[in-house]
């Protein structure tokens, strides 16, 4: 295997503090995988003595009112919040299936 590249790891983790997306990072010091930017950002934490996470590419948006909160009733029932029925599109008398899946919940009008 061909020897690695030298990095400065202090700017490396400057860099990656700043909040810049990974695939800056990566053009910046020449990186051509995220493995070895991770590889290469383990390196620099373990040699200056902390860990701050690294910023993605994907952008999070958080919308105003995005997240609603639900509260299990005593006999196992959810309610949904008004605005959220009308955002999610339900009508009252909606007959709607509840199933588990990997990610969390679907609801799905039948």
């Known amino acids: 295997m061909p ?7 202090e700017k490396l983790l400057q860099v990656i503090q700043s909040g ?6 990566m053009k910046e010091f020449g990186i051509k995988t995220t ?3 991770k590889s290469r950002y383990l390196d620099a934490l ?15 948006s958080k919308k105003p009112g995005g997240s609603k909160g639900l509260k299990v009733s005593k006999r196992g029932s959810l309610s949904l919040p008004k605005e959220l029925v009308a955002e999610l599109g339900f009508k009252e008398g909606d007959e709607i ?12 009008v039948v």
């Open 97 to 108: 299936v509840v199933r588990k899946t990997k990610s969390g919940v679907n609801l799905k």
């Open 20 to 25: 810049k997306p990974s695939n800056h990072v």
């Open 35 to 37: 493995a070895e930017l």
């Open 46 to 60: 373990a040699a200056m003595g902390h860990v701050p996470e690294i910023a993605g590419t994907r952008r999070t």
């Open 3 to 9: 020897k690695r590249r030298t990095i400065d790891l």
